[in-house]
């Protein structure tokens, strides 16, 4: 079978095109994929804000706090921050910590608990490191609320 020359112009564009997309998506999203996609991240955030629950440093925040709906947000914006194919619906940092009054030893221990969950869902570290560089900026809005 022969195939028209103009033909397999058009099917080499085709091709090569696809490929192109594929690959801008992929890199774009790659820290999503890194930390396991929407699974990943909502048993990451869940190991999070629970050992945050249980540490006798931060568990007053969360003894009135809807712990379900804060997996659900918080989880969402780690999807967004992250690459992945989700939109960021809640408040911003300085509103959503409001009346809170974190300080500095409240944060370190809550980015320790980030760590110890990132290390239980064997995160890379390169993924740990480019996640807790993303949230690194977020300090200055979240403290003193
Ligand atoms: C970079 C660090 C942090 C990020 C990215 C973050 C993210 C968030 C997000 C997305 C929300 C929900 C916003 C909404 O309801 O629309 C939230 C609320 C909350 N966060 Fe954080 N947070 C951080 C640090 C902390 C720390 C250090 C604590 C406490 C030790 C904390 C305790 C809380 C609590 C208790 C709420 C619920 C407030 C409420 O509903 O009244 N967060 N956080």
Redesign the pocket.
């Given at each position: 079978m022969t195939i028209h020359p103009i033909a397999s112009i058009f099917f080499m564009i085709a091709v090569t095109s696809g490929c192109a997309s594929y690959e801008t998506i992929r890199n774009d999203k790659s820290l999503f994929h890194d930390l396991g996609g929407k699974p990943g991240i909502a048993a990451i955030v869940r190991d999070t804000i629970d050992l945050?629950a249980a540490?006798p440093?931060?568990m007053r925040?969360?003894e009135?706090?809807?712990i379900p709906?804060?997996k659900k947000?918080?989880s969402?914006?780690?999807c967004a921050?992250t690459g992945g194919p989700c939109k960021?619906?809640?408040?911003d940092?300085a509103?959503?910590?409001?009346?809170?009054d974190?300080n500095a030893a409240?944060?370190n221990?809550?980015?320790e608990d980030?760590r110890h969950a990132l290390d239980r869902n064997r995160i890379s570290e390169s993924a740990r490191n480019r996640l807790l560089a993303l949230?690194?900026p977020?300090?200055r809005?979240?403290?003193h609320q």
């Amino acid at each position: 079978m022969t195939i028209h020359p103009i033909a397999s112009i058009f099917f080499m564009i085709a091709v090569t095109s696809g490929c192109a997309s594929y690959e801008t998506i992929r890199n774009d999203k790659s820290l999503f994929h890194d930390l396991g996609g929407k699974p990943g991240i909502a048993a990451i955030v869940r190991d999070t804000i629970d050992l945050a629950a249980a540490n006798p440093v931060t568990m007053r925040h969360f003894e009135k706090i809807d712990i379900p709906d804060l997996k659900k947000i918080v989880s969402e914006q780690f999807c967004a921050l992250t690459g992945g194919p989700c939109k960021y619906t809640g408040k911003d940092m300085a509103k959503a910590h409001k009346g809170l009054d974190l300080n500095a030893a409240e944060f370190n221990i809550f980015v320790e608990d980030l760590r110890h969950a990132l290390d239980r869902n064997r995160i890379s570290e390169s993924a740990r490191n480019r996640l807790l560089a993303l949230l690194a900026p977020m300090k200055r809005d979240v403290l003193h609320q």
